[in-house]
């Protein structure tokens, strides 16, 4: 089931988009996340805390946020 946060923020920015996302990933798949929005037409807004955080937007201006979970990294099991 998909994690969803709602929160205040201080300073209202001006409207851009309808919607924001977060979607966390497991990091060794973030680069190929961001990658693949923008290769569907979307822009990167901000990457300077990348690569945990990739801020990316659509052609309507939505937001969405490419998280690297640490918590979601695959592990690998020795056999």
Not at 26 to 54: F, K, N, Q, W, Y
Not at 59 to 77: E, F, I, L, P
Request: aromatic content about 6%; glycine content about 8%; some cysteine.
């Amino acid at each position: 089931m998909p994690n969803l946060w709602f929160g205040d923020v201080d300073v209202p920015k001006p409207p851009a988009g309808r919607w924001h996302v977060e979607v966390y990933v497991p990091p060794e798949v973030a680069e190929h996340r961001v990658a693949a929005a923008v290769a569907a037409g979307g822009t990167i807004v901000d990457d300077s805390d990348a690569p945990p955080l990739t801020v990316v937007a659509d052609q309507d201006g939505n937001t969405g946020v490419v998280c690297a979970d640490m918590s979601a990294a695959r592990t690998v099991k020795s056999a």
